[in-house]
Each structure stands twice: as C-alpha cells, then as structure tokens.
C-alpha cells in the first residue's frame, strides 16, 4: 500500500468518518462513528512524525519536530476554544462538520507531494499481533472508561474485561517478542535501545499530565463556575499559545544554544508540575477566568519545553525503518498516558469529593455561628446542602490538580535515564545541530 497512500487513506477516513459524526441522530451512533474515526485517524500523528523525521535533513531535526509538535500539542488544545465557539453559535454538529473541508485539502496535498521511502525486505500483515493488540487495548479502554462507573473490580463484567485485557495483551507482547517475524508492533526496540522505552515513558507522563489538564480546567469552570463553552475554551487557548511561543524558544535553545534535550526536558517538567499544583491553589468557588490565566501560561512554557527535546531524544538514536516503529510506540504510550490521567482523575474526583461532602456535611450544626446566620437568614436546607456539595467538588478538583503535579514531578526524573555514560562515544545527537 505505501506510506503515502496509507497516508491519504487515513486522512480521507478521518474526514468521512467526521462528517458522519455530525449526522449522528442517537448516542449509539455517535459512538459507533467515534470508533470509526479513531480507527482512521490512530495512525495519523506517528506516521506524520516518521514522515516529518523522514524528510528534514538530520541537521534540521529539531525543527521538523517543532512544526510536528504544533499539530501534536497545540492542536488538542485550541480544539476545546473553537469547539466552544461552534457549540455556542452554531450547534455541536459543527465540532465534526469543521473537519471536512481542512481534511480534503490536506488529503489532495499529501497524495500530490508526498513520496513513499525505499522499501525494505518484503512487507507481511501481523494479522495476530494486529488482533490481539485490539483486544487488549479496546477491553483495557473500557475497563479505563467505564470503571468508576461500575466500581471498579467489584464488577464481574468489568473483572472479567481486565483478566481479558491483561491476557490479551500478555500474549501479545510473547508473540511479538518470541514468534513473529515481522511485528506489527516491534517490541523488540524497546529492549535493543534504552532510549526508546525512556523516552515513551516520558510521553505517557507528558500526555498524563497535558490531557489531565484539558480535561480538568474546562470541567471544573463549566460544572463548577458556570462559565460558558466559550470562555472555558478560551483558558485551554492561553495555554495553547504558551506553548505555541515556548516550541520555538525551545528550538532556539536546543540549536543557538546547544542545551541538552535531557534538561530542557527536566525542566519543562518541573514547570509543568509545579503549574498543576500551583492550579489547586487558585481554584475556589469565585474564580474568575484571569485567575486561571497565569497558571495556564506558566503551564504553557513547561509543556512548550518538552515535546520537542523528547522528540529529539528519540529519533537521533534510530533510523530508517525504526523510526516508524519507535514513533508508533510513542504515540501509543502517549495515548495509554491519556486515557489512564482520565480514568484516574475521574476516580479522584467522585472519591475526594464524597470525603470532603462528608466532612463539611459533620461540621453543619447550629453551633456553627455561618450555618446559624445562614439560617436566620432564611436560607433553606436545600440551598444549605447545594453550598455544601460546590465546596466539596471544588476541594475535590483541588486534589486532582494536585495529584497530577505530584505525579508529574515523581516521574521527572526518568530523563536522567536519557544522559549517556560518560565512557561511551559521543551519540548520534552530537553529530549535527537541532536546527
């Protein structure tokens, strides 16, 4: 088939399948449409980045990363800002409907200037690998999803979902490993080059910690704050621009500079767990939006400091057909990172908020000179118990952006992991500059 045509495939696809999305008259469909448009769209960002590494001289790494990370990073984050434009001008059909138009273009673009790589030894489908890959990863996905829900393991259907998962997945990893010969998901990278599996740790706590954030913010300021899709978006935009602006720094640094990818990306991680802890202690039940603002950007510059070093880091220790396959364990590992910070934040939240609901509920009494006057002031029960819940949810949400700076910071300091000994030759990212 070629990179090319699986390319334009993926994208012409993704545009269907969206447009379909904005027809979609029941849930159930719209659900059905989304698997769909992950099925064509899962590809897109690794194979982008292979394409990108692919086609910038070696010298101009960095900067092919940079215009990658643009789309990679900046792009989920303006998403929630239009979409709460669309949603609040148009109607939520036009969230999908949007995507048609950009999607044709880029489709004709690629399939007029895009050109397949040499190919190398014949090419086989790991129609097993393939299978049990989807097995494990979709039943791990709705155990991810749909486990606070049910509670957890205390659910046979959910037990039974993750022994699935777990076995799956298990098998998988021996059959790519031990059996086939060509993978479809080549593990055996992750055993040959430390840098590989550091480095797609490192993007599980990037995307744990960027999409903990996307989901948190617009959550708390629309059910909490009652802000409008519009200006929750408008927050997650600020960030986006941060980040946008810090990429190019970062770039500069990495070139002009000759900074280490390993520190930047130390660095960038400090700011970003500092940037979620600095969050809960802005959050109360009267923030405003220029409250959010400098935390955001500040969170903005960490996140601008990471994904560029992270991708230098990785593909100037591979080449040629490991760069697919180093770049597809990234993007995976960035989407496990993703839907584990969701279904532990969610988890968080719903547990934390019914243990402070408890707490606040034991200290209502008459004795309590705010609840008295409260009282006297004709305030009745109901209204009393609602003051109650929005404080608890808001001490909830101020320990879910907590947890996810302490999570941030704990796993800083795997990028030790990515600084070679110093008994070794100079590595591949000392021969050209990260222009």
């Not at 001289?57 to 900046?74: D, Y």
């Not at 200290?363 to 002031?377: M, T």
């Not at 404080?391 to 941030?408: H, I, N, R, S």
Request: charge should be neutral; charged fraction near 10%.
């Amino acid at each position: 088939m070629g990179r090319r045509n699986y390319y334009v495939a993926a994208i012409v696809g993704f545009t269907v399948t969206s447009a379909l999305c904005g027809t979609a008259g029941s849930l159930e469909q719209l659900v059905f449409y989304r698997v769909l448009q992950g099925l064509c769209g899962g590809g897109l960002i690794a194979t982008g980045q292979a394409i990108m590494r692919d086609t910038f001289p070696a010298r101009q790494l960095g900067l092919s990363q940079a215009l990658t990370s643009l789309g990679a990073i900046v792009g989920p984050s303006i998403g929630p800002t239009l979409g709460g434009v669309l949603t609040d001008t148009l109607s939520w059909n036009w969230i999908f409907y949007i995507n048609i138009v950009p999607g044709i273009i880029a489709a004709a673009l690629c399939a007029m200037l895009l050109r397949d790589p040499e190919r190398q030894g014949k090419l086989s489908l790991d129609g097993v690998g393939l299978g049990l890959l989807a097995i494990g990863l979709g039943c791990l996905q709705y155990v991810l999803d749909e486990g606070e829900r049910y509670d957890w393991f205390n659910d046979g259907n959910i037990l039974a979902t993750a022994c699935v998962a777990a076995a799956a997945l298990a098998f998988f990893a021996y059959w790519e490993l031990r059996v086939v010969e060509n993978p479809i998901v080549d593990l055996r990278i992750l055993i040959k080059n430390r840098t590989v599996w550091v480095c797609c740790l490192l993007a599980a706590n990037l995307a744990f910690s960027l999409f903990g954030g996307v989901i948190l913010t617009p959550q708390f300021q629309q059910g909490v704050l009652n802000f409008t899709a519009t200006l929750s978006g408008l927050s997650i935009l600020t960030r986006a621009l941060a980040i946008m602006v810090m990429t190019f720094v970062t770039l500069f640094l990495l070139n002009r500079f000759k900074f280490r990818p390993p520190l930047l990306l130390a660095i960038g991680f400090i700011i970003v767990g500092y940037a979620n802890i600095a969050t809960a202690s802005v959050i109360t039940t009267t923030s405003d939006f220029g409250s959010f603002v400098p935390v955001l950007v500040i969170g903005g510059v960490g996140f601008g400091m990471l994904f560029v070093p992270l991708s230098v880091s990785l593909l100037t220790t591979v080449h040629g057909a490991d760069t697919q396959k180093a770049t597809s364990l990234l993007s995976l590992c960035q989407q496990l990172g993703g839907s584990i910070s969701t279904a532990s934040l969610v988890t968080l939240l719903d547990r934390r908020a019914a243990f402070h609901l408890d707490n606040l509920a034991g200290d209502i009494s008459l004795g309590r000179h705010p609840v008295a006057q409260a009282l006297e002031n004709n305030v009745s029960h109901q209204a009393l118990a609602q003051i109650v819940g929005v404080q608890a949810t808001t001490m909830a949400f101020a320990d879910a952006f907590t947890f996810l700076g302490y999570v941030t910071l704990a796993l800083t300091p795997l990028v030790l992991l990515l600084i070679p000994a110093r008994s070794k030759a100079p590595t591949a990212p000392q021969a050209f500059a990260v222009e």
